[in-house]
């Protein structure tokens, strides 16, 4: 008969003993996902362009710890935490870093989850080459570096691991009313090489898994449409919840594609997470 104790059958979504790697460490997404997996018992290392501000969401994180979770029966363990400097476009940057990580925290880095990346409006016909060849370096090259670098210790040892990379609905549908071809591009090559490296890996036993967001009203998010009403109100009215995320509606799927329990056998998906934008 098979097991079914309750251990065997209901997912565990803590994360004691693991390091996760968060680029994009010091942007709005990640404060909020970060502060979710330290509530789990993962040590963070917070990665980013800009080192001091990386440094502060690093020191913002570990305070939240002490003053949020100590003492919580359900949070027994805080992890510890580091800030790191690195352009995940350059694949020098990230082979350095992520060793340096992996030293620094006396472990081999387990969970990756790559939120780093940009986006530019311009209209196609006029797309500045130096521009496009830079955002497509850091959002798609940058994605397949750091997801190199993390699976390669992994593999020389043994050990399994999950990736989520950070994509958007943008890699399936074309947004509007603001053009942006290049991110798009850059996106839907995320999800595709989510679903290669899922099928390379597989017999590593690396899950990889992409969370493709819609529009999230992050600070960067609150800059762009303050001022233009009409902005939030074209996105919006194609979303049938009729209004943006919080970057807590997120940290479920996280807590899922990073499961070992909860999505031992999902690998190679896209999840979309979009209030119902892909529908209309």
Same mark, same amino acid.
């Given at each position: ?42 040590? =963070? ?117 999950? =990736? ?41 036993? =690396? ?74």
């Amino acid at each position: 008969m098979a097991d079914l104790s309750y251990e065997n059958i209901v997912p565990s979504f803590r994360l004691d003993g693991r390091l996760a790697i968060v680029t994009g460490g010091s942007g709005g997404l990640a404060s909020v996902v970060s502060r979710a997996l330290m509530a789990k018992g993962a040590e =963070i290392a917070l990665v980013d362009m800009n080192l001091e501000r990386t440094k502060k969401a690093a020191q913002e994180l570990e305070q939240w710890g002490q003053e949020v979770l100590k003492g919580r029966a359900d949070a027994p363990v805080i992890g510890a935490v580091s800030a790191w400097s690195c352009n995940i476009g350059s694949f020098e940057d990230v082979e350095q870093v992520f060793t340096n990580i992996n030293e620094k925290h006396d472990k081999i880095a387990d969970l990756l989850i790559n939120s780093a990346g940009y986006c530019e409006n311009y209209a196609a016909e006029e797309y500045p080459s130096m521009n496009a060849e830079q955002l497509m370096r850091v959002n798609s090259l940058g994605a397949f570096y750091v997801a190199q670098m993390f699976a390669r210790p992994l593999i020389a040892n043994n050990k399994p691991g999950s =990736i989520i990379l950070i994509g958007s609905m943008s890699g399936t549908v074309v947004n509007d009313p603001q053009p942006q071809c290049i991110y798009n591009m850059a996106k839907a090559g995320v999800i595709h090489l989510t679903r290669s490296l899922a099928c390379e890996w597989a017999k590593y036993n =690396i899950r990889v898994n992409t969370l493709s967001p819609g529009y999230i009203l992050t600070p960067l998010t609150r800059n762009v449409i303050s001022g233009h009403s009409e902005m939030k109100d074209a996105w919006e009215s194609k979303i049938p919840m009729n209004r943006m995320a919080e970057s807590k509606e997120f940290v479920g799927s996280i807590l899922y594609l990073a499961s070992d329990t909860a999505s031992s056998y999902t690998t190679g998906h896209n999840l979309v997470v979009d209030g119902g934008y892909e529908c209309w």
